[in-house]
């Protein structure tokens, strides 16, 4: 199957996207399995499962592309037996081809699936009843292996108030035989077709600042985006996929989703197999044939993890690896840092890894997905820029050897049709190449909004940047409606038609009425030292006293806390000599003087369900003494 046509088809003589209003994910699944069974593909592996929780070396399960569709009929016709169209479907499991089972089954059966984890993760009990209170699932899916700690989770619940749990692998295959297609009844009656603006699934939110919200992503939505995504990076077949990425997230979850719907073959791992040992995700990424395109997703702590324990210099295993065939690296979801990069091209670089596969990135789950990334070649591009200047809201380019200096790295430029603007968040007017400010943006990518929260719904997605607020030249909002402008509450400047994030509205730092990027200090405090983990740290606000920070919404505020993970490898003799180096460093380059650095325990940083360290919860815990501070 040639994919570049199949994606161009949606495309009009303008390069906009249209997607068919009868359009769903779960139809466009069932069509192209239905051309590929036409060509005899069917049989070709799918899903390649590492399972490495029975050894260091490993299992291999591989899945045929006709087997997965039997899977996800199965239980289809399952969930079609004991609930509605409409009704929402929590999925509550590890990283398994089970997951990817439950997830378009839930489509198929015309439900909406819930992503969530498996309760046996630690630390996240909270954010999954405050979820699973949100969206009332009527069933939950979940797999052999997760089983026993869903049905302990739900376990007080009153029986009567319980959603129904199915183990997906303990399904029949027989239940497929059973399925209909839903083209028969449409065809009979127009009135039962899907529409491509029909809700697709929920995306909740990491919780780590407010209660998690449903954000709501339409089938119009994630095609949407898919097909801008697939455009920009240039995807080139035959290509691979191989993930680690959690699928309760949406990154993990789409890209999963449609690489099953595509038929594209991908290596599906768990998040804590590879963070036990990197060197099993390079390993996936070697070359296997010599007409391959391998594509991968990270968050920027992949790259230091991998640098550290699975450099082939070092660890004679990977001593023969091939990473030519590597066309696209796609760092996102969290602040991409330019020595993480320089130090993962480095140390991979003489086994074929070639500079232009790094595309750092940006994108959000209101957006679906991502909204920029590298689109010309020079990638990855790391700029120098004034670090009063820029705390003044301008972009002023320094140099490298400056330490008034601050590196930031382009994550690229966004991807058509979508519009994007630089905006002034008081006064809602679009902002010039080089001033900061808050990133908006307009697509049939942006998700329908928040469940059950129209005022933040309104907030967020429903703002308007009319003719009078836009430049009157070089405007990048082309012609762009003026209604419907997603407000991001990400901080950006735009540099030679590159994006760069600063930082977010709400994690602004004011001290001494100046404003400063956590990320920016974090950084300096974090070259310090080999003592803490790299970019595993924090830094925040307190006002006078101690008690937390109104920076989280911006107000003045007087104390600088900064809190870092030890490194496993580190002693914690070696503390106070690196709280000093990180306090110094910090005062000399920022100017400001930090009311308390601390050193704590590897894995004690709060982080959100999503794995992003959690800045504002690690505020109240301050706040709440959980770590005094210093007299």
């Given at each position: 199957m040639d994919i570049t046509a199949a994606m161009g088809q949606f495309y009009d003589e303008q390069g906009n996207i249209n997607v068919p209003d009868q359009l769903t994910l779960s139809g466009m699944c069932e069509m192209l399995y239905t051309m590929a069974q036409m060509e005899g593909t069917v049989d070709n592996v799918l899903i390649r499962h590492w399972d490495f929780s029975e050894s260091r070396e490993g299992t291999v399960h591989e899945v045929t592309r006709a087997q997965v569709n039997t899977r996800i009929k199965a239980v289809c016709v399952r969930?079609?037996?004991?609930?509605?169209?409409?009704?929402?479907?929590?999925?509550?499991?590890?990283?398994?081809?089970?997951?990817?089972?439950?997830?378009?089954?839930?489509?198929?059966?015309?439900?909406?699936?819930?992503?969530?984890?498996?309760?046996?993760?630690?630390?996240?009990?909270?954010?999954?009843?405050?979820?699973?209170?949100?969206?009332?699932?009527?069933?939950?899916?979940t797999n052999k292996r997760s089983a026993t700690a869903v049905r302990k989770h739900?376990?007080?619940?009153?029986?009567?108030?319980?959603?129904?749990?199915?183990?997906?692998d303990a399904l029949p295959d027989a239940l497929a035989d059973d399925w209909q297609n839903p083209m028969a009844a449409i065809m009979a009656d127009p009135s039962l077709a899907?529409?491509?603006?029909?809700?697709?699934?929920?995306?909740?939110?990491?919780?780590?600042?407010?209660?998690?919200?449903?954000?709501?992503?339409?089938?119009?939505?994630?095609?949407?985006?898919?097909?801008?995504?697939?455009?920009?990076?240039?995807?080139?077949?035959?290509?691979?996929?191989?993930?680690?990425?959690?699928?309760?997230?949406?990154?993990?979850?789409?890209?999963?989703?449609?690489?099953?719907?595509?038929?594209?073959?991908?290596d599906l791992m768990n998040p804590r197999d590879f963070i036990q040992d990197p060197g099993r995700w390079i390993r996936q990424l070697n070359r296997q044939s010599e007409d391959e395109n391998v594509y991968t997703v990270v968050p920027n702590f992949a790259l230091e993890l991998a640098v550290r324990y699975a450099d082939p210099a070092q660890v004679a295993e990977l001593g023969e690896v091939d990473l030519s065939a590597i066309d696209g690296v796609?760092?996102?979801?969290?602040?991409?840092?330019?020595?993480?990069?320089?130090?993962?091209?480095?140390?991979?670089g003489p086994y074929g890894f070639q500079k232009g596969a790094m595309r750092p990135s940006y994108g959000l789950a209101e957006a679906t997905l991502i909204v920029t990334t590298p689109q010309t070649d020079e990638r990855p591009l790391t700029k120098w820029f004034k670090r009063e200047e820029l705390s003044a809201g301008t972009a002023v380019e320094g140099s490298a050897d400056d330490t008034d200096s601050l590196s930031l790295v382009s994550l690229g430029q966004v991807c058509a049709p979508q519009?994007?603007?630089?905006?002034?968040?008081?006064?809602?007017?679009?902002?010039?190449?080089?001033?900061?400010?808050?990133?908006?943006?307009?697509?049939?990518n942006m998700a329908a909004g928040y469940l059950n929260r129209p005022e933040e719904t309104q907030e967020t997605f429903r703002n308007s940047l009319p003719t009078a607020n836009r430049l009157d030249s070089d405007s990048r909002?082309?012609?762009?409606?003026?209604?419907?402008?997603?407000?991001?509450?990400?901080?950006?400047?735009?540099?030679?038609?590159?994006?760069?994030?600063?930082?977010?509205?709400?994690?602004?730092?004011?001290?001494?009425?100046?404003?400063?990027?956590?990320?920016?200090?974090?950084?300096?405090?974090?070259?310090?030292?080999?003592?803490?983990?790299?970019?595993?740290?924090?830094?925040?606000?307190?006002?006078?006293?101690?008690?937390?920070?109104?920076?989280?919404?911006?107000?003045?505020?007087?104390?600088?806390?900064?809190v870092a993970e030890r490194d496993p490898d580190a002693s914690e003799a070696g503390d106070a000599e690196a709280i000093e180096a990180m306090r110094a460093a910090v005062t000399a380059t920022h100017g400001v003087q930090p009311s308390d650095v601390r050193i704590i325990a590897p894995g004690t940083l709060p982080r959100s369900s999503a794995n992003k360290i959690a800045r504002r919860v690690a505020a109240k815990a301050i706040w709440r003494a959980r770590w005094a501070l210093n007299p």
């Open positions: 969930l079609q037996q004991i609930a509605q169209p409409g009704d929402r479907v929590a999925i509550l499991a590890n990283n398994s081809p089970e997951y990817m089972y439950a997830f378009l089954g839930a489509m198929y059966a015309r439900m909406v699936p819930v992503p969530l984890y498996d309760p046996n993760e630690p630390g996240h009990t909270g954010h999954l009843t405050a979820v699973l209170g949100s969206s009332e699932p009527t069933v939950v899916l739900f376990a007080a619940t009153p029986t009567t108030e319980r959603p129904r749990v199915l183990t997906v899907p529409n491509a603006s029909d809700e697709a699934f929920l995306q909740y939110t990491s919780g780590s600042t407010r209660t998690p919200a449903g954000v709501v992503l339409t089938h119009k939505s994630i095609v949407t985006n898919v097909l801008q995504i697939f455009k920009a990076v240039n995807l080139k077949a035959p290509l691979r996929l191989s993930t680690w990425l959690p699928l309760h997230h949406d990154m993990g979850v789409i890209l999963s989703a449609f690489v099953i719907i595509l038929g594209l073959p991908f796609i760092n996102g979801s969290e602040p991409v840092h330019h020595s993480s990069v320089q130090k993962f091209l480095d140390t991979f519009a994007i603007a630089i905006v002034d968040p008081e006064t809602g007017k679009e902002l010039t190449d080089g001033n900061v400010g808050e990133i908006w943006v307009h697509g049939d909002t082309g012609d762009a409606p003026e209604d419907n402008w997603m407000r991001t509450g990400d901080l950006a400047v735009i540099v030679d038609g590159h994006l760069f994030i600063t930082g977010r509205l709400k994690d602004l730092i004011i001290v001494a009425g100046r404003n400063h990027y956590p990320q920016d200090i974090e950084a300096t405090a974090d070259e310090a030292t080999e003592q803490t983990a790299p970019a595993v740290i924090a830094a925040f606000a307190v006002e006078a006293g101690g008690s937390a920070s109104g920076a989280a919404d911006g107000e003045s505020v007087e104390g600088l806390i900064i």
